[in-house]
């Protein structure tokens, strides 16, 4: 396998600072809804709201995972897990992150740099009580990133959850499983153009109240 001769033009489209929304959550939503659109009715589903979420330990070692974002507003952008896993310690410990989306279908990315904070226990319940009974019942049978013997000792204890809550319409919501909030300090959107000549447009701000200043970076 010749890795350095696995490559491709891109030709889809074009970005330009004069065509983007004036904030970044309206510009995402709209590559949202047209990246939604991409594909035809009988495609192979696939999560549009895949993203990687990247931190880092308090001595700056950075780990990297996908996730799913699962709400979006001015606010900023939410997911959810368990906040004993890795993750949820490096965010305790330094409350900053970086997500990327990739697009592939539209030869795009969007990359989101900004401080974390955790939603409220309002908003924590609201999604949770949306999650399939299984997904809640396991959420409450994962010690998420700690290790286990093996596969059967993660059913046992999935199979204990179910008889601690056997009725689908009344499991809690963990205590330590919550969301959280990515406040964007700096939004890339990234279009991907011929001869490696992509367009890249960033919104940044210096705080969460500062305005917006939108630029055209070299790709």
Known sequence: MDLGELRRSYLHATLDPSEVAGDPVAQFERWFTEVQ???????VPWEANAMTLATASPDGLPSARIVLLKAVDERGFVFYTNRESRKGEELAANPRAALVFHWGQLERQVRIVGTV???SDEETEAYFSTRPAGSRRGA??????????DRAALETAEEEIAQRFPDDDAIPVPPFWGGYRVV??????WQGRRDRLHDRVRYRRDG???AWVIDR???
């Open 37 to 43: 659109e991409a594909l035809p009715s009988d495609a």
């Open 117 to 119: 904070e955790r939603v």
């Open 140 to 149: 409450w049978a994962s010690a998420q990133s700690r290790p286990i013997a």
């Open 184 to 189: 964007a300090l700096e939004v890339e959107f």
């Open 208 to 210: 969460a109240d500062a």
């Open 217 to 219: 970076l070299q790709p």
